[in-house]
């Protein structure tokens, strides 16, 4: 079974809008930790976001942050006056706590976002 | 230099030869990583090294053997390679202790197996 699941493969957004990237985990441990990349065309990965299973609050990082439903296993990301500049592929990857000591994420399979002027 | 490096960017190679790809992390981490990125596919981990030692490895074929001489430098070594092989190439580092560190990536090495 997919452990992230990113269901929207592109997406096309006008500048300055608001936009939502969904995904969604599957995991049996209590402790997690979600993290969001962005990798524009250069191909660096980029981290934006983290967000904590145990986190009371959801995470903010400046333009970004993850609205974080763990009932749902959901944690999206929600890029606020969307830029040109913001135009990449974004991934989801999740680490579980029973791999503590050795920091395996594990990504979903990304959405292309691309922004509009 | 800093944060993590990677040489070369791009790399074309036949099927026969040997090569090797080098990672360098200037950020006093003591966890290093290499990932296969193929078009259309998650991002596969291949190679996780914590304080120096191979602690996974993530059923990765013979022909792609890692290297870790110390906490900054990580290399994989490339021989009798396929077509199927030709992908980017990224090398990361993390601190291991704590959830919630990121890991930092390398810009990649584009690999094509002719």
């Known amino acids: 079974a997919q452990k992230i699941t990113q269901t929207q493969p592109g997406m096309f957004v006008q500048e300055k809008e608001a936009v939502t990237l969904d995904c969604t985990y599957d995991?049996?441990?209590?402790?997690?930790?979600l993290f969001w990349y962005k990798q524009p065309s250069s191909g660096e990965m980029i981290f934006l976001i983290y967000?904590?299973?145990?986190?009371?609050q959801n995470a903010t990082e400046g333009r970004y942050s993850l609205n974080f439903q763990k009932a749902r296993k959901s944690a999206n990301l929600v890029i606020s006056a969307s830029q040109l500049g913001d135009s990449a592929m974004y991934f989801c990857?999740?680490?579980?706590?029973?791999?503590?000591?050795?920091?395996?994420?594990?990504f979903g399979t990304g959405t292309r976002l691309t922004i509009i002027p | 230099e800093t944060g993590v490096t990677q040489t070369p960017r791009h790399l074309v190679m036949g099927m026969t030869n040997k090569k090797s790809l080098k990672c360098e992390q200037h950020?006093?981490?003591?966890?290093m990583y290499w990932y296969k990125q193929s078009a259309k596919k998650p991002l596969e981990l291949m190679f996780v090294?914590?304080?120096?030692?191979?602690?996974e490895n993530n059923s990765v074929p013979s022909r792609f053997s890692p290297e870790c001489p110390n906490s900054s430098h990580l290399f994989l070594h490339l021989h009798t390679l396929q077509p199927e092989d030709s992908a980017l190439y990224l090398c990361?580092?993390?601190?291991?202790?704590?959830?919630?560190?990121?890991?930092?990536f390398g810009p990649g090495t584009r690999l094509t197996v002719l």
């Open positions: 990361a580092s993390s601190q291991r202790e704590g959830l919630n560190n990121e890991q930092f």
């Open positions: 995991t049996s441990d209590p402790s997690y930790g």
């Open positions: 967000q904590g299973s145990y986190d009371q």
């Open positions: 990857a999740m680490r579980e706590g029973r791999s503590f000591g050795n920091e395996k994420l594990t």
């Open positions: 950020l006093g981490h003591n966890a």
């Open positions: 090294y914590s304080l120096e030692e191979r602690v």
